[in-house]
């Protein structure tokens, strides 16, 4: 089924095995005499950062810049995902791969196995609060204060000896880990749930693209460097990368790609309202109506999609590339037949829409028979890509809810795909890391919309 998923997974340039003998031997060869290869062997893997997949479209920042530097140099990128930082030291040190894109610490351990290379990456633990007047900016105001971390992590041990360090005082809670992630404190910070917690900078600059209400400023450990990395065999490669990255348009696309994935707002519009007053919901009522016929749906639901989507602004781009009244990412539009230099024109973004939401309702179609509950699925699938809720119904089968229902099951299960955990483990979760809160908000939010609709809109 995964070969139906959808055209654009068909594009989606991973190998989750290793190359073949002969590739291998080629590319050896060729990097062994000084000479780049007509195919560069990488590794990453799945991360918030580095590689993840969004609507069906492989994106990170390592994976992007990458992909720059093959383009560049005039080489195809063959990536292969790996299982953890151990396993693609293995692979560089066999000769299997021939570049680390992912943050491998600069220290004397892996120095020992690998030469640091490409874009240089500094990060600490940082303190993550409400960006107000009672901001902490100096360590030893963590005297008396409540700080949450997930139990046996990094920072729980980082802030016991910090907890040493000043004489005691802070109120360390430790949350499960397989309840809460990181990424569920940050959000609490947000919302005042909880008032502190503590996670890696990167990290912290990431979710501060969704929450702009936080300060991340305060680092509570030393600066920790990583970088890319090739093997001891290959000075010259190394060489090569640093030279590339030296170079004035490099710089430029990697200064655009920081901004992209850890300062353009991902946060938008959180007012879910709308006002029907005037007795119809948008300027496009009509291309609703029409097209959701074609697939089945009350027009009003479909509507209440496109207002989640962009507050139906044709020309909204995301963050992400997303475009138009439906948001429908440029590979997506390309491989469903709409021109890009169509894609902000509204009867033609709605209409692509429409084909991928009845898409995806085939491919789910046998895994959750019944059409209200589907729908929910369907709503998950258009916002976060539908191999995430694959993995979400598989996850959920492992984990012991219920893969045929939504709420408190598979978009739990979907929750889950932010923890290392499982968005490392191949059996039950083979498209990796996603953050699932906003997907499972997405679903909420429009179903509300819809029931709001439907009490002021006639059908």
């Known amino acids: 089924m995964v070969l139906n998923i959808m055209p654009i997974l068909l594009t989606i340039a991973v190998s989750l095995a290793s190359c073949s003998e002969k590739k291998t031997t080629e590319s050896a ?3 062994s005499e000084g000479i780049l290869p007509d195919t560069l062997r990488v590794a990453t893997l799945y991360s918030p950062t580095s590689y993840f997949v969004f609507r069906d479209e492989p994106m990170g920042y390592d994976y992007s810049l990458v992909n720059r530097l093959g383009s560049d140099k005039g080489m195809a990128i063959d990536l292969t995902v790996a299982y953890s930082l151990a396993s693609m030291i293995e692979m560089l040190d066999s000769g299997k791969i021939d570049l680390i894109a992912f943050e491998v610490p600069v220290t004397a351990e892996y ?3 690998a030469i640091a290379c490409g874009p240089e990456n500094q990060t600490s633990q940082v303190l993550v609060q409400p960006k107000d007047s009672k901001r902490i900016t100096d360590v030893t105001e963590l005297a008396g204060k409540d700080v949450y971390v997930e139990k046996n992590s990094k920072y729980q041990y980082r802030l016991q000896n910090l907890n040493e360090e000043i004489g005691g005082g802070i109120n ?3 949350i499960d880990r397989d309840t809460i992630t990181g990424e569920d404190l940050i959000e609490m910070v947000s919302s005042g749930t909880i008032p502190l917690t503590v996670v890696d900078s990167d990290v912290a600059r990431l979710n501060k693209t969704y929450y702009r209400n936080l300060d991340i400023t305060l680092r509570i450990s030393f600066p920790q460097r990583s970088r890319w990395a090739v093997s001891k065999d290959n000075k010259w ?12 348009e490099p710089k430029r696309a990697n200064e655009s790609l920081l901004r992209r994935y850890f300062e353009l707002s991902r946060q938008g519009d959180r007012t879910y309202s709308i006002d029907f007053s005037k007795g119809h919901i948008s300027p496009y009522d009509s291309l609703f109506k029409k097209y959701a016929d074609s697939i089945g749906w009350d027009w009003r639901l479909l509507a209440m999609q496109g207002y989640a989507e962009s507050r139906f602004d044709t020309t909204a781009v995301s963050w992400a590339g997303a475009r138009g009244i439906m948001q429908i990412m440029p590979a997506t539009a390309r491989a469903y037949g709409l021109e890009i230099s169509k894609v902000n024109d509204a009867e033609a973004n709605i209409a692509t829409a429409v084909k991928i939401l009845s898409h995806h309702d085939r491919v789910l179609k046998s895994s959750i ?3 209200n509950e589907r729908l929910k699925f369907v709503l998950a699938s258009y916002n976060s890509g539908i191999a995430h809720i694959l993995d979400a119904i ?3 089968k492992n984990t012991g809810k219920n893969p045929m229902l939504w709420k408190d099951n598979v978009a739990d299960a979907l929750l889950m795909k932010s923890m290392p955990e499982i968005y490392n483990d191949k059996e039950i979760c083979r498209f990796g890391y996603f953050r699932g809160r906003q997907t499972t908000s997405y679903v909420e939010n429009v179903m509300q919309l819809y029931s709001d609709a439907c009490d002021k809109i006639s059908r």
Do not use: C, E, F, V
């Not at 490669?237 to 004035?248: E, H, K, R």
């Open 172 to 174: 360390i809670h430790p």
């Open 29 to 31: 060869g060729r990097l």
């Open 111 to 113: 120095q020992k196995y």
């Open 394 to 396: 598989s996850i959920a």
């Open 369 to 371: 028979p019944d059409d």
């Open 237 to 248: 490669l190394a060489d090569t990368i640093n030279s590339w990255m030296d170079q004035a």
